[in-house]
């Protein structure tokens, strides 16, 4: 009698867990035909591995670095962990939880971020956590991810829920059941890529209109907790033999103070890193904010980022001694076949904004 | 630490794993360090006023009842030699001795208390100045008003006698700190509680799975319920909505209340149900009521009986009243007997406003409470002689607008706690009697509320169904004793689903501002 109470007990427990753990599943946001960049840091994991180059930082990068490019012109194999509005902890430790899976000759980090010191930086509290969560839900369950959604955490978050919705997102997505369609069946169980290698693509031009107003700071010091995690960074990157390089994309909004220039001028003296500032480079690159934008100059397009690539593909090739792996029998199949992807993503996209066009 | 967050749930799950693995003689102990691990999450810098009431609460009972001990002793050793007046002389000494230490710990403890709902709280809803005690901003101590009154009582009743005093300091902490009770009552009475609070209780699976159903209960009145009307009741206090509105807006807020109150309630009880631990019930269906005294005998029933035990009657039955009364009654005849009566209600309702807090709204709400049941009372000789002539009043129609009358009525009293102005209250009262704007029921403002067409279903289903399960409780059996003859199958499905609807239908997590439990800010 008691087997079989135990026994009822259980497969109750189990068999409640088992719904509830579907219907989780089902309110998560899947971010395929809307927001693709709350799906990107989770298809990292499929790709992990064999890349000499890995770039972490926001749009940024995701949106401005081409890894296909990279692979076509100097047979760089390379991966972008970016996410929207990632913020320098979360980096750090996607940085972190990147070293479990291999070891890159070049770790590239683009310094946008030193701007935001603490997760309350900027816009409502309810967006900002929405930001938080495209970063965090993506990451596979490790320290890193735990010590991330600490460091994340807006102070709304630590009053209610704490850590547990990162836990059982249920708790975070419940109210979604009025949302959901037929794409959270369709993506329940498997997702489609978003991007390729970590790169989304956009193939719309929209030039650059006016000058961006400068607008002058009260401060223009970085804050002491953007410094402690790049000083982490340095030392995370050391202590795996890889070396740090710091960038700013060429983007014209947010304005990149020459003050904040400066400081990482003398951060990468001090340290000995590389750093690269690409609005220095724009004539070099060929980047004519004509044609090499889809957002006048915040973000460039497919077509700049290939420029982009190609400029820094020839420092990481012949300055910083990347190998070329284009005859490497082992990587060539994969590559070729991410190639395929991209150029058809291209080709699909222009052809759809050619019929938005027409 | 709120019923409703997750920290909670974890909090108790680990509890319950705690309480039922160890040793069955510490128990008591394991919820002694629980309540004040609970309390602690409050903040640290409340812990001091609960220690204060918890010690003085204890020496003086100790005091006391040590006192009424030894006399006892001494007149029964000394019998034969006391004459009855020296034996009576003997009593009051030692009453006047008790009663200096008594008077003491209830004024300080009180005292605490009434500065504390004065002061401490936010000071937009204080009668005293902001400037003044903008210092003192750590606002009201969590529970103060309940541990109060539950230690008090406690007190009280050593005084008099009616209880005995417990020699273990820890019993006592862990009477006065229990901490389900914390939140928003029950306030238990000592001789109630402290068998099953202290008794060893071996694990009872169905006692387990019949506090957890309650406790689910509670967070479906509460999150479902409660917290997704209370967006709308937010926007009709705004100053535009008068007449129908104001209505909507009684309506609303008694379904809120009841949602979170007894929703809290649930919780709580089912809380110590799952520990064994059995507390007063604080609601018998109270919106089932038919005339007003039989409501405040169903609603927040352990704060009436203790008004009740240790204000209403002390007063009504002490000797300046009884003197009173046969003054009053030479000139006044019946009617200046119950005088007291008047007294009493009144500074029992004036204290029950006060408790709920130290401002004018409340004071007029506890005053408004008095009037309709002193009024519904002197007429009691009427409407017997009513319903003896009219057969038709004591059918079941006549019982169902009784009970509707109720309602509409305590709404409208009841809307009082949400208008800091009491002129405003008034005002809008007053538009129920002149404006007859009914179009807000279908021109759109409803949708202009805060709640779209699906909260609205969620709200009425969700209405429904805690009407349904009120229903079919009105034999006194409790609906999960009902639900356990129905095949287990069936009854885990039910259960289920009601979890389901907890988590997806809740009004909880970012983006929701939910309101912490109303009576918790008591």
Redo the contacts between chains.
Sequence with gaps: MKKKLIGIILITVIVAAGLLWLVQGLLMPKFMSEIPEGAMIQEYYENAGGNDVIFISDCEVYENFSPITLWEDYGITSYIRGSAQQLIWQSYYLMEETFRYETPKIMVFNVLEMKYDTPQSTGASSQREAYNRMTLDGMKWSSSKVSSIYASMTQEEREKDGIWSYLFPILRYHDRWSEISGEDFRYLFQRDKVTDNGYLMQVKVNPVGDDYPVIPLVNYQFGENSYYYLDKMVELCKEHGTQLVLIKAPTLSPIWYDEWDQQMVDYAKEHDLLYINFLDRIDEIGIDWNTDTYDQGLHLNVYGAEKLSRYFGRILSEELGVEDHRTDARVVPRWTQKCETYMNRKETLEKELQAVVE | MSFT???FL?FFGILIILYYALPKKIQWIVLLVASYAFYLFAGLKYLGFILFTTITTYLVTRYMDGRIKAQNEYLKEHKAELSKEDKKAYKKQVKSRNRLWFILTIVVNFGILFFCKACLVDPLHSMTDSGVISFLSVGLPFGISFYMFQSMGYVIDVYRGKAEAENNFFKVALFVSFFPQLVQGPISKWEQLKESLFAPHPFD?RQVAFGLQRMLWGFFKKLVIADRIAVAIGTLKGTEYTGVSFFLLTVFYAVQIYGDFTGGIDIAIGVGETLGVIMPENFIRPYFSKNIAEYWRRWHISLNEWMKSYIFYPITVSGPMLKLALKTRKSLGKFGMRIPVYIGSLLTWLGTGVWHGFNLHFIVWGLMNCFVIVISEELNPLYEKFHQKYSWSNTRGYNVFQILRMFVLMNLIRASDLFNDVGDYFRRMGSLAWQFNFHVLWDGTLMNLGLNA?DYVILIAGIVLMFLVSFFSRDDVSFRVKLQKIP?MVR?LLI?LL??AV????S????YDASNFIYNQF
């Design positions: 967050s997750i920290n974890v699976r699906v287990w885990y289920f979890l389901l988590i997806l239908f809740g909880y997590g970012i983006g």
